[in-house]
C-alpha cells in the first residue's frame, strides 16, 4: 500500500506565500510523474503543476510565474511552493503520484488534500 501525505495548508492575505509538502511511504519500487491538483468549491478538480522524476515540470497557465514545484527523490517528497497568492487559488489541494508500488503494479494514489484559503 502507498500513503500520501500533504502538509502546509492554511489562510493567506492575498500576496502572500505558502509552501505546500507532500511526503510518499509505503511499499513501491520508484515513484514516476508527481503532481499538486486543487478542486475550487463548486468546481472540478483541475491540474496545478506536475514534475517528472528527472525534475522537468510542467504548470497550468493560472499560476505561471507564481508557483514552483520542486520534489526530493531521496526524502519521497514533493514540494510545491506558491507565491503572490489570490482568492482565486482557494481550494483543496490534493498531492498525486505515479507509483511502482510493490503489491497494485503501475498505479495513481493520492492524498487526502490540504485546505488553502486565500483572503482578499
Known amino acids: 500500500q502507498v500513503q500520501l501525505q500533504e502538509f502546509g495548508g492554511g489562510l493567506v492575505q492575498a500576496g502572500g506565500s505558502l509552501r505546500l509538502s507532500c511526503k510518499a511511504s509505503?511499499?513501491?519500487?520508484?515513484?514516476?510523474?508527481m503532481g499538486w491538483y486543487r478542486q475550487p468549491p463548486g468546481k472540478q478538480r483541475e491540474l496545478v503543476a506536475a514534475?517528472?522524476?528527472?525534475?522537468?515540470?510542467n504548470y497550468a497557465d493560472s499560476v505561471k510565474g507564481r508557483f514552483t514545484i520542486s520534489r526530493d527523490n531521496a526524502e519521497n517528497t514533493v514540494y510545491l511552493q506558491m507565491n503572490s497568492l489570490k482568492p482565486e487559488d482557494t481550494a483543496v489541494y490534493y498531492c498525486?503520484?505515479?507509483?511502482?508500488?510493490?503489491?497494485?503494479?503501475?498505479?495513481?494514489?493520492w492524498g487526502r488534500g490540504t485546505q488553502v484559503t486565500v483572503s482578499s
Open positions: 509505503g511499499s513501491f519500487f520508484s515513484i514516476n510523474a
Open positions: 498525486n503520484g505515479n507509483f511502482d508500488a510493490v503489491v497494485a503494479g503501475t498505479k495513481d494514489y
Open positions: 514534475i517528472t522524476s528527472g525534475g522537468r515540470a
